[in-house]
Nanobody
Framework: QVQLVESGGGLVQAGGSLRLSCAAS????????MGWYRQAPGNEREVVARITSGGNTNYADSVKGRFTISRDNAKNTVYLQMNRLKPEDTAVYYC?????????????WGQGTQVTVSL
């Protein structure tokens, strides 16, 4: 099992910045891609950004140029730097980790952290 602990959410005014962190522990061998998803009320969960073990990244079009995903493999931690936040970025943000073993590929989710962007 992999345990994920998220931090860094909160309330910020439009145009401001927040940095989310997600630390993985437990059965961390085989961790491959790490990423962030978000879910706003009434909406489906959507991908925000993902980063592979080799450092390749991809972003949702809505956050390109504003958000930056990074990871520290030594700390088993993934970060999301969010700049120039907009009210439409308001959502619960979830950390996601993909773990690959000989037998299976599994996805693990954090508990979620609320990000609220006010006008």
């Amino acid at each position: 099992q992999v345990q994920l602990v998220e931090s860094g959410g909160g309330l910020v005014q439009a145009g401001g910045s927040l940095r989310l962190s997600c630390a993985a522990s437990g059965s961390i061998s085989g961790i491959n891609a790490m990423g962030w998803y978000r879910q706003a009320p009434g909406n489906e969960r959507e991908v925000v950004a993902r980063i592979t073990s080799g450092g390749n990244t991809n972003y949702a079009d809505s956050v390109k140029g504003r958000f930056t995903i990074s990871r520290d493999n030594a700390k088993n931690t993934v970060y999301l730097q969010m700049n120039r936040l907009k009210p439409e970025d308001t959502a619960v943000y979830y950390c996601n980790v993909q773990r690959i073993t000989i037998l299976t590929t599994r996805n693990y989710w954090g508990q979620g952290t609320q990000v609220t962007v006010s006008l």
